[in-house]
Structure formats: C-alpha cells, structure tokens
C-alpha cells in the first residue's frame, strides 16, 4: 500500500524545537524528490523544504537558516528538524512525494 503517514507535531513555545517524520510506504518514494508543505488557516499551502532522491535540498524563504529536511538511507523516512520556531510557523504540516499526500500534522507555536 502507497501512503504516507506523519507524525511529530505538537505545541511548542516559541523558539522552541520540533522533529516532524514522514514514514513513507512504498518504492515509488525512493526514487521521488519529496516534500514538506504547510497551510495555516485562511492561507494557501506553501512550500517548507524538498530533498531530492540525490540529497539536494530546497527551502521556502521563510524557513531558511531554521529548518532542515533530510531523508534516510533507505528512503523510507524524510524528517523535518525545525528550530528557533515562531508563532507564524503555526499551521497544518504535509508530507508529499510522487503525487502523494499525508494526512498532515498539527505544528502550534504558541507561549
């Protein structure tokens, strides 16, 4: 079965640390760039980050220098490691790949 499943949000205060995962089911994924995104409520969903099936990375402006995407060996899992998070980092986080969605995870930063 083809799917993608997150785990890893939560509250945090701000400035705080999160580690988001995204296990990924099935081959199709090894080969495919994946990605972060988020929507947060009344916005549109934008890009976090995206590594390649080479390791290259890509972040949305917003998160560069704070964010960092990786995915393992086997390619099963892409993480998302977030520091020094603001409230405007509340929102809805989804993990996409080869046409793909999860079903998101909650990410509230918030004192």
């Known amino acids: 079965q083809v799917q993608l499943v997150e785990s890893g949000g939560g509250l945090v205060q701000p400035g705080g640390s999160l580690r988001l995962s995204c296990a990924a089911s099935?081959?199709?994924?090894?080969?495919?760039?994946m990605g972060w995104y988020r929507q947060a409520p009344g916005k549109e969903r934008e890009l976090v980050a995206t590594?390649?099936?080479?390791?290259?990375?890509n972040y949305g402006d917003s998160v560069k220098g704070r964010f960092t995407i990786s995915r393992d060996k086997a390619k099963t899992t892409v993480n998302l490691q977030m520091n020094s998070l603001k409230p405007e980092d509340t929102a809805v986080y989804y993990c996409?790949?080869?046409?793909?969605w999860g079903q998101g995870t909650q990410v509230t930063v918030s004192s």
């Open positions: 996409a790949g080869a046409g793909y």
């Open positions: 099935g081959a199709i994924f090894s080969w495919n760039d």
């Open positions: 590594i390649s099936s080479m390791g290259r990375t």
